[in-house]
């Protein structure tokens, strides 16, 4: 499964009908990996940190996505509040190898590489690491189907699956566990394990899914750190949300992450 899907999760997939035959675990994961995603995607994005206390902070982001040849590419642009006016961070992904990921910070002043060693730091002060935003293949892991149809999270037609990574040293936790609706094929809630504790430690909730020009669309997504009771919300609505619009190429450039202007 890819775990690009916290922070780009907008762009999710045309709908798939649901297999006839009986699944194994690995089909649902793969399922998951290959719905088709917008060529284009453009989005308002509205990040709210939640302290356990409850207090909150809200930050605007402007998202890009394009998706060419099944291989996605994703830029944002941090816009409030002031301390992070200005951040901007791409995530490119390749056909072998990891994930390309640049950040620009304006304090540092350059466009920088994200290092696979950064894997486990928050992203933003989110409760998303890098590792998290990054996309995993599926024959990364071994996926036991857990159960063919369970209700979650207010979804009926769930399939209940174990992802086990081959190599547990490389992988940030011991093990996750996902319903994916198999209406549309989204992971609709997934349980992180930690590799410490072997407990949960983090949840993933689509709290919101709708049908956008036929794609299924997360609205509202959190994740919560349940070692700290820290939360994180991205929502998005409707009317800042466009699919299949071409994008102009400059905005997947590094200079656009460098400066922020785009040539018309």
């Given amino acids: 499964m890819k775990m690009t899907k916290f922070i780009v999760a907008a762009a999710a997939a045309l709908t798939v009908g649901t297999m006839a035959f009986a699944l194994d675990g690995r089909t649902v994961m793969q399922n998951a990996d290959d719905v088709k995603k917008p060529a284009f995607t453009r ?4 990040m709210v940190l939640i302290e356990k206390s409850g207090a909150k902070e809200e930050r605007i982001i402007d998202e890009w ?5 099944g291989l996605s590419t994703v830029v944002m642009q941090f816009n409030t509040p002031a301390s992070v006016k200005g951040t901007r961070f791409s995530q490119k992904e390749n056909a072998s190898g990891p994930d390309t990921k640049f950040i620009f910070l304006p304090d540092v002043g350059t466009v920088r590489p994200v290092a696979a060693s950064q894997g486990s730091s928050s992203f933003m002060g989110s409760d998303a690491t890098y590792d998290d935003m990054s996309t995993r293949a599926v024959d990364a892991d071994t996926h036991e189907l857990l159960a063919e149809k369970e ?5 009926a037609n ?3 699956v174990k992802s086990t990574p081959k190599d547990l040293k490389e992988a940030q936790y011991a093990y996750r566990i996902s319903w994916v ?3 549309t094929w989204v992971p609709v809630y997934v349980e992180m394990y930690s590799k410490k504790t072997g407990k949960i430690c ?7 899914l709708k049908v ?20 994180t919300q991205l929502l998005m609505t409707e009317d800042r949300l466009k699919f299949d619009e071409p994008i102009n190429p400059a905005y997947f450039s590094k200079g656009f992450l460098q400066n922020g202007k785009v040539s018309k």
Avoid at 151 to 155: C, E, S, V, W
């Fill in 65 to 69: 996505g394009k998706n060419e040849g």
């Fill in 43 to 46: 989005a308002q994005v509205k």
């Fill in 202 to 208: 983090k949840t993933l909730e689509v709290k919101s």
């Fill in 151 to 155: 209700a979650k999270n207010g979804f």
């Fill in 158 to 160: 769930c399939a209940k």
């Fill in 181 to 183: 609706d198999k209406d």
């Fill in 212 to 231: 956008i020009k036929g794609y299924p669309t997360p609205l509202i997504n959190e994740m919560t750190n349940l070692e700290t009771g820290h939360k």
